[in-house]
């Protein structure tokens, strides 16, 4: 069903949606916030620039952004995938806890800041270009991957502050990068890329680039490496 969202505001816009059901093809967005807020098996392909906090909460289902996003898309998702086909802004992922977003160009600041994982719920977040800097701050579980296929450095400056849980895989030899004292950071072995393979493949089936081609590069990856990071961080030895 097509809906137009000019002129709409989220409350409304969201309402048709749910009325909608189904499949639904939104025209028109211009900015609204809150699209698809904690909603359940919704399969909904947006042309425009949705606002802050894209598919909130969302509990399952899939959101397709033909262009960018702004900011904070997939606020605190359970479940579900949401797929852009341009830029996101800042804190994509944020308090992530579940399901999977694909950005097929940048991110801004903060990509993943406070993920987390519990029990069979792995969040994953696949940027296709660069993350602007903070990226995986306070991460505590999922996946960060980025493929950094823009041609620039692939992450700003203090990535992984506070990290204390959860896995990051960057596609570069890192070098240049300064990680913090509580994070390892090392060459990425087969099984890693094992373990994301499934990942790149997704990405460049949903974005027409060439799976072995993406794979065929220098990956790091980073962890952290204590179970206390903060103590480091806070507190005088």
């Known amino acids: 069903m097509l809906v137009n969202a000019n002129g709409l505001d989220f409350r409304a816009l969201n309402d048709a949606i749910r009325r909608a059901g189904g499949k639904v093809e939104l025209t028109g967005c211009l900015g609204q916030r809150f699209i698809c807020a904690g909603m359940s098996d919704v399969e909904v392909a947006i042309d425009g620039v949705p606002g802050n906090a894209l598919g909130a909460y969302l509990n399952g289902g899939t959101i397709t952004v033909s262009g960018n996003a702004q900011d904070a898309v997939g606020d605190t998702m359970n479940a579900g995938e949401i797929v852009i086909g341009g830029n996101v802004g800042d804190a994509v992922g944020y308090a992530m ?16 800041i406070h993920m987390k994982a519990y029990e069979d719920k792995i969040p994953v ?13 306070y991460q505590a579980g999922g996946l960060i991957v980025v493929l950094g296929l823009s041609g620039r450095r692939i992450v700003g400056n203090f990535p992984c502050t506070g990290m204390h849980g959860g896995k990051m895989i960057l596609r570069s030899d890192c070098r240049g990068i300064a990680f913090p004292d509580q994070v390892t950071s090392r060459e990425a072995t087969e099984e890693d890329l094992v373990g994301i393979r499934q990942y790149v493949r997704e990405y460049c089936a949903r974005f027409g680039e060439n799976e072995e081609k993406v794979m065929d590069s220098p990956f790091t990856v980073v962890t952290p490496d204590s179970s206390n990071p903060y103590k480091r961080l806070y507190v005088a030895n």
């Open 97 to 112: 806890r579940g399901g999977k977003i694909f950005v097929r160009g940048d991110a801004g600041y903060r990509a993943g």
């Open 125 to 137: 977040i696949v940027v296709g270009g660069c993350t602007g800097s903070f990226l995986g701050e």
